[in-house]
């Protein structure tokens, strides 16, 4: 796995958001959503796999229901340490804004279809149960609770 695109879009001189290190926590499962107030509110889904954090930003409130379904638009893969990050991204920086933890936990992989489509039990504290990322058109995904 890589973070050169992460790397890519940041100067590190100037942001203090995680470096991009490749590593595994112990469980190897983490799980996070950040409330990021940048030029457009958006919630981030982190989601740990080989030593990154898979990411997808979440232009709505992520749900808590079944039956509400959200676009969640894949980005960069993340080390590990953003999980929990929280601090405001400068002005001019990419991302600029402030960024707070939404949700913490860990999730398990219940059936996966790489690249295309994840279920997963997520047990955080304000999502929790079985979800769906299903990708539909290139960085493009949906996201949403599924019955148990
Ligand atoms: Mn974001």
């Given at each position: 796995?890589?973070?050169?695109?992460?790397?890519?879009?940041?100067?590190?001189?100037?942001t203090?958001?995680?470096?991009?290190?490749?590593?595994?926590s112990?469980?190897?499962?983490?799980?996070?959503?950040?409330?990021?107030?940048?030029?457009?509110?958006?919630?981030?889904?982190?989601?740990?796999?080989?030593?990154?954090?898979?990411?997808?930003?979440?232009?709505?409130?992520?749900?808590?229901?079944?039956?509400?379904?959200?676009?969640?638009?894949?980005?960069?893969?993340?080390?590990?340490?953003?999980?929990?990050?929280?601090?405001?991204?400068?002005k001019?920086?990419?991302?600029?804004?402030?960024?707070?933890?939404?949700?913490?936990?860990?999730?398990?992989?219940?059936?996966q279809?790489?690249?295309?489509?994840?279920?997963?039990?997520?047990?955080?504290?304000?999502?929790?149960?079985?979800?769906?990322?299903i990708?539909?058109?290139?960085?493009?995904?949906l996201?949403?609770?599924?019955?148990?």
């Amino acid at each position: 796995m890589s973070l050169a695109q992460y790397k890519k879009k940041r100067k590190f001189s100037k942001t203090s958001e995680p470096k991009p290190v490749v590593k595994k926590s112990k469980a190897g499962n983490i799980y996070s959503i950040q409330e990021h107030h940048a030029r457009n509110l958006h919630w981030d889904l982190r989601l740990e796999k080989d030593g990154v954090l898979m990411s997808f930003a979440i232009p709505k409130k992520p749900p808590k229901k079944v039956g509400l379904k959200r676009l969640a638009v894949q980005t960069e893969d993340h080390p590990l340490d953003y999980a929990y990050w929280k601090g405001t991204i400068p002005k001019g920086e990419y991302g600029a804004g402030e960024v707070k933890v939404w949700d913490r936990g860990k999730y398990k992989m219940l059936d996966q279809k790489k690249g295309k489509k994840y279920i997963i039990d997520i047990k955080g504290k304000e999502l929790k149960g079985k979800y769906a990322l299903i990708k539909f058109r290139d960085k493009n995904w949906l996201f949403f609770k599924m019955k148990n």
